[in-house]
């Protein structure tokens, strides 16, 4: 590690919603999805447009680390 924080921002990014075929308005659920991926994977920040969706996506994740054993 080197001591240095990650930052993932891809709320609503074009990546999302071309694969999905939807609009950027219509991409919360692939926002949170890839959200979700990147805290699993060691993301320490997001860069977000839908903080409540965010903040309940790092609320679970801290759950489930804190039950997962490493």
Do not use: F, W
Request: glycine share 8%; proline share 4%.
């Amino acid at each position: 590690m080197t001591g240095k924080l990650v930052l993932v921002g891809v709320s609503r990014k074009s990546t999302i919603y071309k694969t999905l075929g939807i609009t950027p308005e219509q991409a919360l659920n692939g926002t949170t999805v890839l959200n979700t991926i990147a805290l699993l994977n060691g993301a320490d920040i997001l860069r977000v447009h839908d903080p409540k969706e965010a903040k309940e996506a790092t609320t679970l994740i801290s759950a489930y680390k804190a039950k997962s054993p490493d």
